[in-house]
């Protein structure tokens, strides 16, 4: 069954300290999402990406953040000076179509910020 | 903005019961519903998805029923395993966007 793959499962970054969380999404999927979850609490929606540009962003996803989609597989979750409020597990997601077809989360990168 | 959230944050039952987890949405333009179940330090699995225009659907073991008049929704689960002990979450999704909002969560514990 196909899989979306996060890499790393988890890091640990210093405050101020620039981090690149990678996804390898689904090979015909489309649509490309960044969610995350701190500790104990519900999964958030941070970014949605299709045709190598944003299409939605949260209240959440400020200045800090960025997505790319660099070559033809990879979707990455760039944040710029982590804070310890950042840490959390961020979920990669991508989805075939519009009509959100086969929508699949990858198993997460757990970031903690010391 | 939406609002997902669920009545009970922790269910206990027994091996062999059935399960039921409610959630309540309040965005009526809401037209795809998915409940997903989280395992400890894993992403969230799908489990069963509905559209509006449904009322129920079922899947193996699994009955999703959706309410629209009152924006409800529920999942059932039948003959509840050990394995089935996790957190589950309903998410909505209302387009044109296709991200989801999801609920805060319930853990279910099966009870051997």
């Known amino acids: 069954e196909p899989e979306v793959t996060q890499t790393p499962s988890h890091q640990v970054t210093q405050m101020g300290q620039e981090v690149i969380l990678r996804c390898v999404p689904i090979?015909?999927?489309?649509?490309f999402y960044w969610y995350r979850q701190i500790l104990g609490q519900k999964v958030e929606f941070l970014v949605s990406f299709y045709n190598n540009e944003i299409s939605e962003k949260s209240e959440i996803f400020d200045d800090q953040f960025s997505v790319e989609r660099p070559d033809g597989s990879n979707f990455t979750l760039k944040i710029r000076s982590t804070k310890l409020e950042d840490s959390a597990m961020y979920f990669c997601?991508?989805?075939?179509?519009?009509?959100?077809?086969?929508?699949?989360f990858g198993s997460g990168t757990r970031l903690t910020v010391v | 903005g939406e609002s997902v959230g669920l009545h009970l944050p922790t269910l206990s039952v027994q091996e062999g019961d059935n399960s039921i987890i409610n959630c309540a949405y309040s965005?009526?333009?809401?037209?795809?519903f998915i409940w997903y179940k989280q395992e400890s330090g894993k992403g969230p699995q799908f489990i069963i998805d509905?559209?509006?225009?449904?009322d129920k659907r079922q899947g193996q073991r699994v009955t999703v029923l959706l309410n629209k008049t009152v924006k409800h929704l529920s999942l059932q689960i039948a003959a509840t395993q050990p394995g089935d002990s996790a957190v589950y979450f309903c998410a909505e999704n209302t387009p044109p966007g296709n991200q989801f909002y999801f609920g805060t969560g319930t853990s279910l514990t099966v009870i051997p």
């Open positions: 997601a991508s989805s075939e179509t519009t009509d959100r077809v086969g929508y699949t």
């Open positions: 965005n009526s333009a809401s037209d795809y």
């Open positions: 090979s015909n999927h489309l649509y």
């Open positions: 509905i559209r509006s225009n449904m």
